[in-house]
């Protein structure tokens, strides 16, 4: 690879890294007022997401220590967003799930930002559009593990 390409990849990084920033930035903008932090709408995701789970499991899905997700849980727990049940097989763990309220909170903020998301969408071209699909795609690979 010559260095003017090495260059071009290097500054194509640093645009597509602002770009992921800054979205992302105005994306979180949309959430409803409501206090959720973003490790706390993180956890609450991840369990829209994935379903009920332990904390142990929840905490290994967000890349954080146990102690940490135990703080998160009671914080949501407190707000109403999740409930904690008895494991099935295990007495020392507990499920913890998306409470009604939870489940409405995650899917208006889905909302809201799929709102916002469509209303950007609609200033640009059919061709832009098509260009942002297929780049969709490649960040998702990019994206995954």
Same mark, same amino acid.
């Given at each position: 690879?010559?260095?003017?390409? +090495?260059?071009?990849?290097?500054?194509?990084?640093? %645009?597509?890294?602002?770009?992921?920033?800054?979205?992302?930035?105005?994306?979180?903008?949309?959430?409803?007022?409501?206090?959720?932090?973003? /490790?706390?709408?993180?956890?609450?995701? /991840? #369990?829209?997401?994935?379903?009920?789970?332990?904390?142990?499991? #929840?905490?290994?899905?967000?890349?954080?220590?146990?102690?940490?997700?135990? %703080?998160? !849980? =009671? =914080?949501?727990?407190?707000?109403?967003?999740? $409930?904690?049940?008895?494991?099935?097989? $295990?007495? %020392?763990?507990? !499920?913890?799930?998306?409470?009604?309220?939870?489940?409405?909170?995650?899917?208006?903020?889905? /909302?809201? +930002?799929?709102?916002?998301?469509?209303?950007? #969408?609609?200033?640009?071209?059919?061709?832009?559009?098509?260009?942002? $699909?297929?780049? =969709?795609? #490649?960040?998702? +690979?990019?994206?995954?593990?």
């Amino acid at each position: 690879m010559d260095t003017v390409q +090495r260059t071009s990849e290097r500054g194509l990084a640093a %645009r597509l890294r602002l770009a992921v920033v800054r979205l992302s930035r105005r994306l979180r903008a949309q959430n409803p007022p409501t206090g959720v932090t973003l /490790t706390q709408l993180s956890a609450l995701s /991840t #369990l829209h997401k994935c379903g009920p789970m332990t904390p142990g499991q #929840l905490a290994g899905k967000e890349g954080v220590q146990p102690p940490s997700m135990t %703080r998160v !849980i =009671a =914080a949501l727990e407190k707000m109403g967003y999740v $409930d904690r049940r008895p494991h099935p097989t $295990d007495g %020392r763990q507990a !499920i913890v799930e998306l409470s009604r309220q939870g489940v409405e909170y995650v899917n208006a903020t889905i /909302t809201a +930002r799929e709102a916002w998301l469509d209303e950007q #969408l609609a200033k640009l071209t059919p061709q832009e559009r098509k260009i942002l $699909d297929q780049a =969709a795609e #490649l960040i998702q +690979r990019m994206a995954e593990p």
